[in-house]
């Protein structure tokens, strides 16, 4: 509902809206719609209220998550087109696996908060209003589905070429996570649905740790963000970059079946390559060495009696030697 509300007033500019029309547009009363505007005020939204002129933004939250700041000059053809931007929800990924069947490839789906946001193994991802960026992207490729997690490798990928283009040195944790000074920035969940020998849609959700200063205990010594590193940057100039550098990967992969730019960058902003690595599987913990990252996108290891051994993305997750990476 606050949503709504917000985007209505967005859409008038820093023109006035009457509390009469908003309460039509929406369908609540005008004192409903009163507590509301509250609320958002509350929430660091700049809006005056005139009497017998209704509400205005003063000043437009330059980095909010809007389709507006997004869209505005981004060099896109499909990717960022429409974006459906949320105050809170509880999971992007979620959003987007309802709504997937019935929108166009590329739609994106953004919040300020999720109250359930979901990573990888079932394990929930803090999401707080403001702090981050926390977005999925409905992907539609005509592509095998034991193809998509190269769909993972693309996306770290142009995270880390996003978050170079702005300044910020990262490295990749093959296959899902982004790294700075050791602690994890981001992560990917990739999720599929698929029959046999068809894609019908790819969720692709992205985390990243922006203004976070305090992590629970739990991930305090493998979470950081980039304010935490002292990198002041905007998130929607991040959103842009990555949506720009994400479109020209995956257009390669899709449309010319090219997987080497991705394979590049991967390779060359690796956190694990020519390291000593654990693989843990179930309960098991294997010491290998990390070789390279094979044109697939599969991880290439030595074990200890030096056998070489290809990894499959989803199949282990990865320990450093000494921590996280
Ligand atoms: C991981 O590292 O375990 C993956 C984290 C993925 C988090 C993102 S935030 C946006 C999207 N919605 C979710 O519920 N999860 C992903």
Known sequence: MRDKIIEIILDQDGGFISGEELSKYIGISRAAIWKHIK??????????????????????????LTYKNINHKLNAKIIGNKIIHFETIGST???AKEIASNEDEGTIIISEEQTNGRGRLGRQWYSKSYDGIWMSVILKPNIMPYEAPFITLIAGASIAKALKNLGVETLIKWPNDVILNDKKISGILTELSAEIERVNYIVLGIGINVKTMEFSQEISDIATSLYKENYKISR?????????????????????????????ICR??????GKEIYLLKNKSKELVKCLDINKDGNLIVE???KTIQEIVSGEVSIRGVEGYV
């Open 39 to 64: 609320i958002l005020k509350e929430e660091g939204y700049n809006i005056e209220s005139v009497n017998k002129k209704g509400y205005r933004l003063i000043e437009i939250p330059k980095d909010l």
């Open 93 to 95: 990924n979620d959003y």
């Open 236 to 264: 929607v100039d991040i959103v842009k970059n990555i949506l720009e550098e994400f479109e020209k990967l995956y257009f390669k992969y899709v449309n010319e079946n090219s997987k080497e730019e991705t394979l590049d």
């Open 268 to 273: 060359k902003y690796s956190a694990i390559i």
């Open 303 to 305: 074990k200890k009696n």
